[in-house]
């Protein structure tokens, strides 16, 4: 396997419900990043994590929680969400947490929030 | 706020016609300057990165930072219908981490 690979590649729930969306990179980096993009907005950044410590969480609400293992893999774990979180939700991973580092993206996980 | 702008388009060229794909920024001290494109329904994709002024060609692809001005300008020679997709334009500010910013994009369609 190769890149950035997430799971599910979509994903049904109701607002009571619990999942999680899983990120795994082969690419050896050291950063991981999740993404919210909703139609007709900028791609949101979420959260960042460097060498498996979180460094930045964009005011996201705490019904989004993520955990970062290992720096190969990424998690966000869903909980009582909204009809406005449906989304594709965009995993990114670095060489490393500097300035003019390229992200290379995972093919997302469509959400749908019923 | 830190923003980055884009003209959402859809900007419509024919087949091998130059495609001009334009991107503001606020923060003047923006370091890193990045254009991906994203088919519909896929990831998106790293095609050109530029982090001094002036031109940078790869291939049917110019990047071309103007640092002074505030802008970053990607150039399709010989457009394609394959080239038909929406550009994101990318920029990282001026503080740690790469903290990616994001226009929301350009939709490019290139007709045959």
């Known amino acids: 396997e190769t890149g950035v690979t997430q799971t599910p590649r979509h994903l049904v729930m109701g607002m009571t419900n619990k999942k999680s969306l899983k990120c795994e990179q082969h690419?050896?980096?050291?950063?991981m990043y999740w993404y919210k993009q909703s139609a007709k907005k900028p791609l949101e950044l979420m959260f960042v994590y460097n060498f498996k410590e979180q460094t930045e969480n964009n005011s996201v609400p705490s019904r989004f929680s993520p955990e970062c293992p290992n720096s190969s893999h990424l998690f966000l774990h869903l909980h009582t969400l909204q009809p406005e979180d449906s989304a594709l939700y965009l995993c990114a991973s670095s060489h490393d947490w500097d300035v003019g580092q390229p992200q290379h993206f995972g093919d997302g996980t469509r959400l749908s929030i019923l | 706020q830190k923003e980055v702008e884009q003209n959402s388009g859809p900007l419509s060229v024919p087949e091998g016609a130059i495609a001009s794909l334009n991107c503001t920024y606020s923060?003047?001290?923006?370091?890193?300057f990045f254009w991906y494109r994203q088919y519909s329904g896929k990831s998106p994709e790293l095609i050109m990165s530029?982090?001094?002024?002036g031109d940078k060609e790869d291939g049917r692809f110019t990047a071309q930072l103007n640092k002074a001005s505030q802008y970053v300008s990607l150039l399709i020679r010989d457009s394609q219908p394959s080239d038909s997709a929406t550009y994101l334009c990318a920029v990282t500010p001026n503080q740690a981490g790469t903290a990616l910013i994001f226009g929301k994009g350009t939709t490019l369609s290139v007709s045959s």
């Open positions: 923060d003047r001290g923006s370091q890193s």
């Open positions: 690419l050896g980096h050291n950063a």
């Open positions: 530029i982090y001094s002024n």
